[in-house]
């Protein structure tokens, strides 16, 4: 917990981004709008592929003993559509629906013994949901920005899903915002959020802050969570380097018994063993390469390195944190810890630029 103290300085940023990029064919008429000059392109519709090279695991537990095991690959699909609701000269709203699927992938399958990783080994963990955005004008240069999502993030895609609750599975995350726009090239704002971003829920205050402080340079940061420096080289061209927390938490069927036999499946901290959470949240460092095939359709290639903070199974009632600290007593069912390595991120993606709106009858 106190190393996520210490990176709360360093949250929701790209999604802020997001909101502000549905409304970009007029960013700056508005100064109260928090978008700038100079912001990277809009990502209309998304797909993206990411992957992470093997990696060590180990993992401690009063019920399941210790274990340690291999990943040998662990990977996520991803597409995301944003869309336009309302737009005003006083309020924008938008919304987004997303779906991902993510497999974990462990060496030498046939011989896993420990029962997490037997679990965990190629099952399909997905994510079903979708976000709205809001923004709206306060004064002259004051602006109101609130993002909230809703996910359905698990496995619940497999038998037996009725012995468990619909709401087992839904994650919920919102963040308001306030904040000045100060000139055309500089806007920022502080707020609160609720959120994974660091596996558990975690309620923390938020610093936006977007500045293009010269010609080709700029800064954007959704501190704890995201700070990006971004180069536009060209054009149809933007090079950024990124750090960011990654988090998130996985409802899943956990329906084994202990390695050492059938006397501890009693134990009270499994009664509610069908709806354990998996946990996980990691640090990344990266370059990314956004480039335009057209003006329309852009590709971008993202590697770097990333570092584990959460690896964790814990029971579902484990539920709040307030800036890392545990606002529960509850124990995790299961502590981990996942060594660092290298991951990349391949995305192609639409821009709704004004060539691709009059193909499509917008003028």
Request: charged letters at 25%; a positive charge.
């Amino acid at each position: 917990m106190s190393f996520k103290k210490l990176i709360f300085t360093f949250c929701f940023l790209g999604i802020a981004c997001c909101v502000q990029a549905q409304f970009s064919s007029d960013t700056t008429v508005y100064d109260w709008n928090p978008s700038v000059v100079g912001s990277g392109p809009v990502r209309g519709y998304e797909a993206s592929y990411h992957g992470m090279t093997g990696f060590d695991v180990g993992s401690k537990s009063e019920i399941y003993g210790d274990g340690k095991g291999k990943v040998d690959y662990n990977r996520i699909f991803k597409t995301k559509l944003r869309f336009p609701i309302s737009v005003k000269k006083n309020l924008k709203i938008a919304g987004s629906i997303e779906y991902s699927d993510e497999e974990i992938h462990f060496h030498d399958s046939k011989n896993i013994t420990y029962p997490f990783y037997r679990r965990l080994h190629d099952k399909n963990m997905k994510s079903l949901g979708g976000s709205f955005y809001l923004m709206t004008q306060w004064k002259r240069n004051r602006y109101f920005m609130l993002r909230f999502n809703g996910k359905l993030k698990g496995d619940y895609w497999k038998d037996h899903i009725g012995d468990v609750s619909k709401y087992t599975f839904l994650k919920m995350e919102i963040s308001p915002v306030m904040g000045w726009k100060i000139n055309k090239y500089k806007s920022w704002g502080v707020g609160v959020a609720f959120s994974y971003t660091f596996g558990d829920p975690l309620v923390f205050p938020t610093f936006v802050y977007n500045h293009t402080f010269a010609d080709k340079w700029g800064v954007e940061a959704f501190l704890p969570a995201k700070v990006k420096l971004r180069y536009q080289p060209s054009e149809l061209c933007f090079i950024n380097a990124k750090a960011y927390l990654k988090g998130g938490s996985y409802s899943i069927h956990f329906d084994e018994v202990p390695a050492d036999g059938d006397a501890s499946a009693d134990n009270p901290s499994l009664s509610d063993f069908k709806t354990l959470e998996f946990r996980r949240s990691d640090v990344n460092f990266s370059l990314e390469i956004e480039k335009g095939i057209t003006d329309w359709l852009w590709l971008s290639f993202e590697g770097g390195y990333r570092s584990n903070i959460n690896f964790d199974v814990t029971n579902k009632n484990n539920a709040l944190s307030l800036s890392g600290s545990k606002l529960t007593s509850e124990d995790n069912i299961i502590d981990s810890y996942a060594k660092g390595g290298m991951f990349y991120n391949l995305t192609l993606f639409i821009v709704p630029s004004k060539s691709l709106l009059k193909k499509i009858g917008f003028k």
